[in-house]
């Protein structure tokens, strides 16, 4: 059974950073993508960025690109996003997500395993 498990949330004031942990278990097939979504309250889950498991990064968003930093660690099964500068907008639950069909990272609608997320949330 595939499992993503999400750390590293917290509470942060504006312009701090965190680093949000993905550590994934149980998948043995040839993953694709790995990526972070984030939901904030009252919204739609929107994507923020993906890698490949050749280490290609992508991001939803320029806005994103320039704060948020996607990488991972192939020996630990593990995901990681620096997320640097933070605003209060950023506020909302962060998800990790695999994608285990033949589709590039930013086909954002095909992830198809999802964590349970962690809560980041920053104060003005």
Known sequence: QVQLVESGGG????????????????????????????????????????????????YSADSMKGRFTISQDNAKNAVYLQMDSLKPEDTAMYYCALM???????????????????????SS
Not at 27 to 34: A, E, I, L, R, V
Not at 111 to 120: A, P
């Open 11 to 58: 509470s942060v004031q504006a312009g701090g950073s965190l680093r949000l942990s993905c550590a994934r278990s149980g998948y043995t097939g040839s993953s694709n993508c790995m990526a972070w979504f984030r939901q904030a309250p009252g919204k739609g889950r929107e994507a923020v960025a993906a890698i490949s498991a050749g280490g290609a990064s992508s």
């Open 100 to 122: 285990s069909g033949p589709f590039s990272c930013g086909s954002w609608q095909k992830y198809d395993y999802w964590g349970q997320g962690t809560q980041v949330t920053v």
